[in-house]
């Protein structure tokens, strides 16, 4: 087999039409972005086809000692940010434009730990209830 028809054979689903804008279209997105909150990323990655910025994040990386992550990791990180805190996993999923179902099958790792955290609070509170009921019945 030629290394061409391999190529086609792996490529085949994932070949389409590359995507751009012109120049006007390139100005109309920005002034019309201008004032968005991710203004800064998207004109980032235009203006730099994304290089600089993971340069960048590379520089601040080493700078605050952490470990090692790519920019795509960063999407990660909030996920299982959201997840510590509490967010519902169906309101995470949606924030990441992900269905439920993509979304336990790439985060589910970190809900047993959520589930110990349920666990706790519900017998945080039922311990808080209890000892309500005791003071109420020596009264």
Known sequence: ?????????INAKE????????IEEFNQF??????????????????????????G????????GVKKIRFHDQRHT????LLAIGINPKVTAERLGMTPAMFNERYSHLLP???????????AELNKYAERQLETAEK
């Open 113 to 123: 730990i959520m589930q110990e955290e349920a666990v706790d609070k519900i017998e």
């Open 30 to 55: 920005l002034n019309s972005s201008k004032y968005h909150v991710h203004y800064i990323v998207f004109s980032l990655a235009i203006y730099t086809g994304m290089r600089r910025v993971t340069e």
């Open 15 to 22: 070949q389409m039409e590359m995507q751009y804008w012109n």
């Open 78 to 81: 909030n996920a299982s940010f």
């Open 57 to 64: 994040m590379e520089v601040l990386i080493r700078k605050a």
């Open 1 to 9: 087999m030629s290394k061409l028809s391999m190529r086609s054979k």
